[in-house]
């Protein structure tokens, strides 16, 4: 067992991803078995728990369905009372790629909280229309919060320090894009730095990402809202976190 100071926890939030996490769970442990890694079962109505408990994985159990945010702050909470000094969040449905969580990982040598970040210049994933274009707002505005160029800030693929854990289990919405947005806005308000590194994202092995045009454009209105609401929140959501 590694000691505290190298342990680095995995967090897997997923939600009726019986199809997808035991591979992912799998796939992690068969090329870093000496990290930890933790699946929150955001209130599945599936058999979610026992796959990836099969797995190998260490599963918390959330009663009901509490969103991403909601189950990354108690990912967050068990890697501070456990002692972690990083955690990554990876998404069951498999489209992190586990080969880039050393590289995400690294961006925490020279900030509090590194992005995997699926638009620079890496891969070939793609969102068209609305959703493209709430997305380059959002990065343009939180580009210009951070002091810092970030190109996909609503990617969940992402990695705290010490310090960033400790903001997260204080504050970490749950509602519409909380656990991106709003929890990046309030964090660079603590006074955490903020990294991106360039991954390629894969595609869902089990399961359909919603792209339709309605769809899009209700993705882009609410975003703007999101981002409206996490900049007027400020400093009120947020505390100075001690080195």
């Not at 797995?55 to 009663?63: I, K, Q, S, T």
Request: aromatic share 8%; charged share 20%; no cysteine.
């Amino acid at each position: 067992m590694p000691e505290p100071a190298e342990r680095t926890l995995i967090i897997v939030p997923a939600w009726n991803e019986s199809r997808n996490v035991g591979n992912t769970v799998r796939e992690i442990l068969e090329q870093f078995s000496h990290y930890d890694v933790v699946v929150v079962d955001d209130g599945s109505v599936d058999d979610t728990a026992q796959v990836a408990r099969d797995a190998g994985a260490r599963v918390l159990v959330l009663p009901f369905n509490m969103g991403v945010g909601g189950a990354m702050r108690t990912g967050f909470t068990f890697a501070q009372r456990h002692g972690y000094q990083q955690a990554i969040q990876v998404d069951a449905d498999g489209q992190h790629n586990p080969r880039n969580i050393p590289e995400v990982l690294a961006g925490l040598e020279h900030a509090d909280i590194s992005i995997g970040a699926r638009f620079a210049e890496v891969g070939d994933y793609e969102a068209r229309g609305p959703r493209r274009w709430a997305m380059i707002f959002l990065a343009s505005v939180l580009s210009r919060v951070a002091k810092t160029r970030l190109t996909d800030v609503t990617s969940g693929f992402r990695a705290a320090n010490r310090r960033a854990i400790d903001q997260y289990v204080h504050y970490y919405p749950a509602e519409y894009l909380g656990d991106t947005v709003d929890s990046l806005v309030s964090a660079i308000h603590s006074g955490l730095t903020v990294t991106q590194v360039p991954v390629a994202m894969r595609a869902r092995v089990h399961g359909k990402p919603s792209q339709n045009p309605v769809g899009s454009t209700i993705y882009l209105l609410r975003s703007v809202f999101a981002l409206t609401l996490a900049l007027m929140r400020g400093r009120r959501g947020s505390t100075e976190v001690s080195a």
